[in-house]
């Protein structure tokens, strides 16, 4: 049973350009969060979502979008980069019918912006 | 508001014990939880506590106060491979986490 899988491993962007980060969940999962990390910094909310639509979002620019689709796979898309958009994006998955701290992450998107 | 706090950096010793305090401020609360980061890879679940008291699992335990908004994270034994980011967070809103900005531990020789 694959766990959560995100793509790519890492992502190098220049200022301006625009990003799409890609999550997959564990299987059984419905649920999607996105997090933020910055180096030496505890992870950032940036949104959930849930039967395809976002159901809470953190302190983040309208420039943070999502997606989930069908499948529960979910996109983070991050228009007009700036050079403090260099993180650490990192997907956890989580079951609306598991427990709380069921949440699992994946490896995590490098991102370098330039 | 909600916030969190843990000390940045702490260094022990292989063998010995170390105790990793986190104090947090929240308008609600649904638990508190412990994850080890290490360095460059993702967060790992290590504990989870929402009644007040301590709760062990081997050589961690975790232990929470929740009229004083207080939990540690207690490591016995520490061998080498416990060093490590350490995060704290409480979950409010759900399974949305507010992430604390985490406890570099250096276990040395």
């Known amino acids: 049973d694959a766990g959560v899988t995100q793509s790519p491993t890492h992502l190098i962007k220049t200022r301006g350009q625009q990003v799409t980060l890609r999550c997959s969940p564990k299987s059984g999962h419905d649920t999607v969060s996105w997090y933020q990390q910055a180096l030496g910094q505890g992870p950032q909310f940036i949104f959930q979502y849930y039967e395809e639509e976002e159901r809470q979002r953190g302190n983040f620019p309208d420039r943070f979008s999502g997606h989930q689709f069908p499948n529960y796979s979910s996109e983070l898309n991050v228009n007009a980069l700036l050079l403090g958009d260099s993180a650490l994006y990192l997907c956890?998955?989580?079951?609306?019918?598991?427990?709380?701290?069921?949440?699992?992450f994946g490896p995590g998107t490098r991102l370098t912006v330039t | 508001g909600q916030n969190i706090d843990q000390p940045t950096e702490m260094t022990a010793t292989e063998g010995a014990i170390v105790q990793i305090n986190c104090t947090y401020q929240?308008?609600?609360?649904?638990?508190l939880f412990w994850y080890q980061q290490h360095a460059g890879e993702a967060p790992t679940f290590l504990s989870y506590n929402v009644l007040d008291g301590l709760e062990e699992k081997g050589r961690f335990s975790s232990f929470l106060s929740r009229s004083k908004g207080y939990s540690y994270l207690l490591l016995k034994e520490l061998q080498m491979k416990d060093s490590a980011s350490y995060l704290c967070?409480?979950?409010?809103?759900?399974?949305?986490?507010?992430f604390g900005p985490g406890t570099r531990l250096s276990v040395l020789p």
């Open positions: 956890a998955s989580s079951s609306t019918t598991g427990a709380a701290y069921e949440q699992y």
């Open positions: 967070a409480h979950d409010n809103y759900g399974q949305n986490f507010v």
């Open positions: 929240t308008s609600g609360f649904n638990g």
